[in-house]
């Protein structure tokens, strides 16, 4: 995996679980966009980028699609990350 170059930011919770099942499943950022689009979210790879980041609220539907994309509940997107 290819280390993040910037530090998250504070405007959600959910940035860091995604950009890590994402990740972990191989998929490029614009496939999930494509597939996020296909639920009739109307997200751009820059929005996803700053979601993972955190540097932007994530919506409920963004979310959601999400969570059927990688069919993980939505408490596991916003579950507080484990300290290490």
């Known amino acids: 995996m290819k ?3 910037q530090s998250y930011g504070d405007k959600n919770i959910c940035g860091a679980s995604i950009e890590r099942l ?3 499943r191989g998929i490029k950022q614009h496939e ?7 639920f ?3 997200i751009n790879p ?3 980028s700053k979601l993972e980041g ?3 609220i994530a ?3 963004e979310l959601y699609a999400i969570s059927k994309i990688f069919q993980v509940s939505m408490e596991e997107l916003v579950s507080f990350p484990k300290k290490e």
């Open 3 to 5: 280390p993040r170059k």
């Open 22 to 24: 994402r990740k972990e």
């Open 32 to 38: 999930l966009v494509s597939r996020m689009q296909v």
């Open 40 to 42: 009739g979210v109307d």
């Open 46 to 48: 820059s929005s996803l």
């Open 54 to 56: 955190q540097l932007r």
């Open 59 to 61: 919506t409920d539907i």
